[in-house]
């Protein structure tokens, strides 16, 4: 019985084996006797994400070009990311080769532009002419740098000027060259401080030599432009031409006082139209000349008839006169004239 177990066992043992070692060579043989390949094989797309990075600088400039040394001078940088990934950089900003700050910009979204103003104090710097430039330092992965740096805007900067005053009179117009007397005109006077002090002066104007104003201006300061208007009243003046001029009286300390005096062109000032009551005295007085022009002449006339008359009675007389009138004797006597 043992025996026959054992039998069994043994030729279950020996099966086992073959079916592991059959399948491996009849394998192998299919190998090396397949004809038709083409569907031993599986194709399948993907796409390959490589990051690009490419901050960029597209302008830089000074907001002025001129500036007194100890100015602070403020630079605008727009920034652009021409890249696909979010980027974080600083921005380098110089004059001359002299760096003079920095801008941090961070996570700049891909395709976005951004301006940013930074504020250069110009204490400590020479006088001349500085050229400001803007730099970003290459970032991790960056292949275009071309775009990093961008040089624009020149600024000069010069020692601050010495202290000094300096008023002037820039212009002077008025609202009509020519007025009837009465009417009132204006005056329209630009003035500016020069200077580098804050002032407090007068202003003056004149007809000719006489005064139709004067203002006080406070608290000028250096460079600021006044704008004050003069209303002229000309009631009281007399006919004719007349030259405007505007005066500052010099400040004290103040040596250019050639600005302080400005002359404007002459203005025409007439008689008033005569109205309407007016018009009627003169047409009166007009008649009243007339009537006595035709008054004298009609008494000169009957006044020359009269003597004619006379004239023509004399004549008649002469030749009316009888034989034996002497002269001498009246014409009654003579019995020329009725008695």
Not at 62 to 69: C, G, K, R
Not at 153 to 158: P, S, T, W, Y
Not at 178 to 193: P, R, S, W
Request: with cysteine.
């Amino acid at each position: 019985m043992y025996s026959k177990t054992l039998k069994k066992l043994s030729i279950m043992l020996l099966a086992a084996i073959l079916l592991m070692i059959i399948p491996q060579s009849l394998s192998i043989n299919f190998q090396e006797c397949e004809v038709e390949t083409e569907d031993n094989f599986m194709a399948q797309e993907f796409t390959v994400y490589i990051p690009y990075h490419d901050p960029a600088i597209i302008n830089v400039s000074s907001l002025v070009s001129e500036a007194t040394i100890g100015d602070v001078i403020p630079i605008e940088v727009t920034v652009k990311n021409n890249g696909t990934e979010v980027e974080s950089f600083p921005v380098e900003l110089y004059a001359n080769s002299v760096q003079i700050g920095k801008i941090n910009i961070s996570n700049l979204m891909p395709t976005k532009t951004l301006k940013k103003t930074f504020n250069w104090n110009t204490e400590g710097f020479d006088e001349g002419r500085y050229v400001i430039k803007a730099l970003i330092p290459p970032v991790l992965g960056e292949e275009n740098v071309k775009n990093n740096y961008f040089i624009d805007g020149i600024v000069h900067l010069r020692f601050p000027a010495q202290p000094f005053h300096d008023v002037a009179i820039e212009s002077v117009s008025v609202d009509k060259p020519e007025a009837t007397i009465g009417e009132t005109i204006t005056i329209t006077v630009h003035v500016k401080n020069l200077g580098n002090f804050t002032e407090k002066f007068r202003v003056e104007a004149y007809a000719n030599q006489t005064s139709i104003g004067n203002q006080t201006l406070k608290n000028v300061t250096p460079l600021k432009e006044e704008i004050i208007n003069f209303t002229w009243n000309t009631t009281n003046f007399k006919e004719g031409k007349y030259y405007i001029k505007v005066i500052i009286p010099p400040l004290p300390a103040e040596k250019n006082t050639e600005n302080n005096v400005y002359e404007y062109r002459e203005i025409t000032l007439l008689l008033p139209a005569p109205g309407a009551w007016n018009l009627f005295i003169i047409l009166l007085i007009i008649i009243l000349l007339l009537l006595l022009l035709l008054t004298r002449f009609a008494l000169r006339r009957k006044k020359r008839k009269a003597k004619r008359g006379h004239l023509a009675a004399l004549i008649k007389l002469s030749l009316m006169r009888p034989p034996g009138f002497e002269p001498g004797s009246s014409a009654r006597e003579a019995g020329v004239l009725p008695g």
